[in-house]
């Protein structure tokens, strides 16, 4: 049994702050962290390893200091670690980043052949989720999004059972391996890290792919001009024409405040009242 | 999963040309999604929003119906018509009973081959996402995730598809230039409802599937639907009250339920106090959460960060309790009172029950 489970670093998008004045993003000081939706891919592979046996590579596309988050990974437990890093990646939208991954899955595939690729949901960054249903299209596997269990899986027979997460419902699926499966979030919980894997993961040689190594055929499907998508604009959204009308009495007294604010509400919008008043009788 | 966007270069200002075999790609299509026999609503808001595109770039506006034979279908067309459609494209085969990737991938992606639309739209959905991925992967075009505002460059004959970007503190418009068709997903609510017109017709064009089952690797062996009464519904609520990180304790958050209660409103709460695990995902107000859409939306202890406002600045009405007040609610919210949140919320609570009490005697 070998998983490849697609990590991202990301920056901790609960730390990001807009500048007040020039509205630009103030990256400096923001940490990297291992985009949390991944790490749920990651335990429920490692899970299915202590299982069934087997190998989990963890893979990641990103600049030179995403081996970081590799690095974590192998502090949990994966076995192998490979970065694909290359200048001419740099502005991949979705569509080039699945090329690239699916590269070097292909590439791994060669040393080991890859039985199941595991993503998470969704980065926290970009919250596409586009990039693990172009993995699976891209390498012709089977494509099971929203996971929320694995339920048997028959490594003799190739076959897999899951738990996915449907509208309104669950659907559970069976199909063959190889597949590629996106993790739903709070199924399972990160094992902590052991001694051993710490020491480990300081040590281990991350391997770091670059367009060759990682099998790149063709480069015009990389990076910026593998992109269809451009971004045209990026701009601070704009505050309503008319800003908050500020509840201010002559004291501070939040029963005041409230009464005020509900006689001002409710003047301006007397349907308003009208319906909360049903509702809520 | 990357998005760097930020070393993109900009389109630039100079005159974009169309490849000329592109030019034949036409139209606005809208993938009518459906599950246990109705249509998902977000499907009839982006019809609503198609219709106003198609009518810009002077179009037919389309819908995409799959599915097993049957009335259900056909009904889904005629919904299509009353909700804007001039046309839908209709694939019957039982292979498409339940959804799954792989035959819905072949017909959606078939029949954009086979007709070529300009702009194919889809609800950003867990069925939505998972087709929207595969089929712009197989197509090879660019796919724009959860937009928040739709429109279109008459030149260019180009999407803008505008979404928040930097974890939502900023909002970007990316466009697909030199790919057909252009891709876009948009959550549910995000879109006004359009009205539904009984009256309007259309034409619906059919289309083979052309697959065997036995050549379908994954089989649904079971669904095993939602027990729905006591999960929130966020997205359809009236009232709703919502707490963030200003509510301090997980304790505090008692005042937001309080509240909520009296009204008769669903609670909310932003990203953090949910990673923190002071209330239910389902509750995620937000670009990562529910987007919501209610008469009456009282956000207390909540700055305003964007990736908040995206999912709930289409409320009619909105109360911002925050004691910062330079806080950014406050550009976008109708009535505003700068207060610590554990002190007002109390004291709005019981001014409600009072009013109310008297508007119920009186009425």
């Given amino acids: 049994m070998h998983i490849v489970v697609c990590i991202k670093q990301v920056p901790d998008s609960a730390q990001i702050r807009v500048h007040p004045v020039t509205n630009t993003i103030m990256r400096q000081g923001v940490p990297a962290i291992v985009n949390p939706y991944d790490l749920f891919a990651l335990e429920e592979a490692l899970r299915l390893k202590d299982q069934y046996g087997g190998r989990v590579t963890v893979l990641t596309m990103g600049p030179p200091m995403a081996e970081a988050a590799l690095r974590k990974a192998i502090s949990y437990g994966a076995d192998d670690a490979v970065l694909v890093t290359d200048r001419v990646f740099a502005g991949s939208d979705t569509l080039a980043t699945s090329y690239a991954l699916a590269s070097a899955i292909s590439q791994i595939n060669k040393d080991l052949p890859v039985d199941l690729v595991f993503t998470g949901k969704q980065t926290i960054d970009g919250d596409t989720a586009q990039v693990g249903p172009g993995v699976a299209k891209r390498l012709d596997m089977q494509l099971l999004t929203y996971v929320s269990k694995v339920r048997e899986l028959d490594v003799e027979k190739k076959e897999i059972i899951v738990e996915r997460r449907s509208e309104g419902g669950v659907q559970v699926l069976k199909t063959s391996i190889p597949s590629l499966i996106t993790v739903l979030e709070g199924n399972n919980e990160m094992r902590f890290a052991t001694m051993t894997n710490m020491f480990r993961a300081s040590r281990y040689p991350v391997k770091i792919w670059n367009k060759e190594t990682a099998g790149i055929e063709d480069v015009t499907k990389t990076g910026l001009k593998g992109s269809p998508t451009v971004v045209s604009k990026v701009f601070a959204p704009t505050p309503r024409a008319v800003k908050a009308e500020i509840i201010q009495c002559e004291s501070d007294d939040p029963k005041e405040l409230s009464v005020t604010l509900l006689a001002k509400m409710f003047t301006k919008y007397p349907k308003l009242e009208k319906e909360i008043a049903k509702r809520a009788a | ?363």
Avoid at chain 2, 249 to 258: A, C, H, S, T, Y
Wanted: charged share 25%; net charge negative.
């Fill in chain 2, 1 to 363: 999963m990357s998005e760097t966007t930020e070393a993109k270069k900009p389109a630039g200002k100079k005159k974009f040309e169309l490849d000329d075999r592109l030019k034949a790609y036409k139209g606005i299509w809208v993938f009518i999604e459906h599950e246990r026999g109705s249509i998902h609503p977000v499907s009839l808001e982006l019809l609503g929003e198609g219709r106003k595109l198609a009518d810009h770039l002077g179009v037919e506006l389309a819908g995409v119906v799959l599915g097993a034979p049957g009335d259900a279908v056909r009904s889904f067309c005629h919904e299509a018509f009353f909700h804007g459609a001039d046309l839908c494209y209709l694939i019957e085969d039982p292979l498409l009973a339940d959804y799954r990737n792989e035959p819905y991938t072949k017909g959606l992606t078939d029949l954009v081959n086979k007709y070529q639309p300009e702009i194919l739209l889809l609800g950003a959905t867990t069925l939505g996402r998972d087709l929207a991925g595969s089929v712009a992967t197989t197509l090879k075009t660019g796919l724009t995730a959860d937009c928040t505002e739709l429109n279109v460059d008459l030149d260019a004959r180009s999407l803008l598809a505008t979404r928040p970007t930097f974890g939502g503190s900023l909002l970007c418009t990316i466009q697909t230039l030199n790919y057909r068709p252009q891709m876009a997903t948009v959550r549910p609510r995000v879109m006004a409802m359009p009205d539904r017109e009984v009256s309007r017709t259309g034409r619906i064009l059919e289309d083979k599937l052309g697959m065997v089952e036995s050549s379908i690797i994954t089989k649904v062996l079971e669904f095993i639907p939602d027990e729905m009464q006591d999960k929130p519904q966020l997205p359809f609520a009236d009232i709703i009250v919502s707490g963030g990180r200003g509510m301090k304790k997980p304790e505090n958050f008692q005042l937001i339920w309080d509240l909520a209660k009296v009204l008769g409103a669903e609670v909310g709460a932003t990203r953090p106090v949910v990673q923190s695990g002071w209330v239910d995902l389902e509750r995620q107000v937000g670009q990562s959460g529910k987007t919501v859409r209610p008469k009456l939306y009282i956000a207390a202890g909540i700055s305003g960060a964007i990736q908040h406002r995206v999912g709930m600045d289409a409320s009619d009405v909105i109360i911002a309790v925050n004691n910062d007040p330079n806080a950014p609610i406050f550009d976008f919210a109708h009535y505003g009172i700068v207060g610590n949140a554990m002190t007002i919320l109390p004291a709005l609570t019981d001014a409600f029950r009072v009013h109310l009490a008297t508007v119920r005697k009186a009425g």
